[in-house]
Every structure is written in structure tokens, then in C-alpha cells.
């Protein structure tokens, strides 16, 4: 996970309501993706997670995209985009979504009771995105078989902690006077 830890540590840092954000191609779009970076996130990734029995990969929209539809691609599993437009299709079930420095509505469409999923993002902060995708999926009945997150940011609240899922990360990271510090370069799980 070499380009992901220097990319990390060579992120800008912003600050938006008190919260302290960094800017990465992977959680930001910016500054530009190099396919060696995605490339290496995704081996990780399908190295790391449970995949055997996952029917179906959903990724909340925008962010995880990119990432979930490489996994898709290498996996051959389908992908679900959890969006933040309602659409009115038979099944769509809305979720409230809270994170550290936004609140919305968003809907999952395409899965089922029994599904087993795999739940894909690309940051894990405040856990209030992953808590809710996993909440959402249990009242319809899937199965979540695993969830990942590529960056962990630590030293804050997390909601999913009191979860009954353990998040697998790539890598967990803090910001530290202005920085990105890596604080496990293996991440969790």
C-alpha cells in the first residue's frame, strides 16, 4: 500500500465547520486518480474482503464508486449505487445518511431480502454513511456479508462501532497539526 500511505501523507488539508478533511483521489475526485493507485486499493481490497458468498457490491453514491465498480469489473459481481435521487422504483427504500459534516436522503434500489452484500466506501469518519447503509440493508432482509472502508480516519466518534459489523480498512489515518498521519498501515480486520 505504498501509493496509497504517500498519497495520504501528501494530501492537502482543509477545513470545513470545524471538521478537518483531506482532499485525496480516492474520497475527493481530486487531485487526479492514477490508475496505479486504484489499481493497488483494489487488490487490497478483494485480498481483504470476504467475497465468497457476496450476490451483490453496494457503494453509496458518489465516492465509492469508482473504487466498487473496479471491484465489480474484477470480481464479476454486480454493482448497487445507494443515490442521492429518489427514483419511485418498486422496492426503493430511502435511508437517512449523517456524517460529520453533511446530512441526506438517499435510496437503495436492486436489492433484496436474502441478498448477501458486500458494502464498499472509500472513507470511514464518523460512521454515520456506513451505519445507515447497514441498517437500511438489514430492514430489507440482506445479508451483509462484509463492509470495507479504503481509509479509516481515526480519533473521533464512530457510529458503526456499536454496530454488529467490524469494518475492514486499508488503511486508518488521523490529521495531526495541519497533516495526515498514518496510524496503521495495515488498517482493520
Known sequence: MDQLRRSLQDAPIIEKDGY?????????????????????????????????NVDKIVTPAAMGIHISTAVSLMTDIPLV??????????????????????????????????????????????????????????DIGAEVEDVVAVIKKVGGENKIDASPYAVKTLINVDVVDGEVVIVDERGDG
Open 20 to 52: 478537518h478533511y483531506f482532499v485525496h483521489p480516492i474520497s475527493d475526485g481530486v487531485p487526479m486518480l492514477e490508475p496505479s493507485l486504484l489499481r493497488e486499493i483494489v487488490i487490497k481490497i478483494i485480498r481483504k474482503a470476504s467475497l465468497e
Open 81 to 138: 449505487v445507494i443515490r442521492k435521487r429518489q427514483y419511485g422504483l418498486e422496492g426503493e427504500v430511502a435511508l437517512f445518511q449523517e456524517t460529520g459534516y453533511s446530512e441526506n436522503q438517499m435510496y437503495i434500489n436492486d436489492v433484496e431480502a436474502g441478498d448477501r452484500v458486500l458494502v464498499l466506501d472509500d472513507v470511514l469518519s464518523t460512521g454515520g454513511t456506513l451505519k445507515a447503509i447497514t441498517e437500511a440493508l438489514g
